[in-house]
């Protein structure tokens, strides 16, 4: 089995969102709310799901783009509900 081309932004987007998927997990089993997260976090996370929209480009992934898209218009969202964009 060889590695996909641009394994690289793949493997970005994989340990970013995972790193945020886990902190959530574990706050939410410690019984705690989530936290917002910093201005260093927030731009990881956009730049992890810009990555994966590049990646999904890339690799004619509609799926995986069409994913990517979701979780960065969910982002969004978020971010302007809580007044920080726009």
Request: one cysteine or more; proline letters at 3%.
């Amino acid at each position: 089995m060889t590695l996909p081309d641009h394994w690289w932004l793949l493997a970005l987007v994989v340990v970013v969102q995972g790193l945020f998927f886990v902190r959530i997990g574990v706050l939410r089993m410690r019984g705690k709310g989530v936290q917002p997260l910093a201005r260093s976090a927030q731009a990881a996370l956009a730049v992890s799901g810009l990555a994966g929209l590049a990646y999904g480009f890339v690799q004619r992934d509609p799926l995986f783009f069409l994913g990517q898209a979701c979780l960065l218009a969910l982002y969004y969202c978020m971010q302007r509900e809580r007044n920080d964009l726009g």
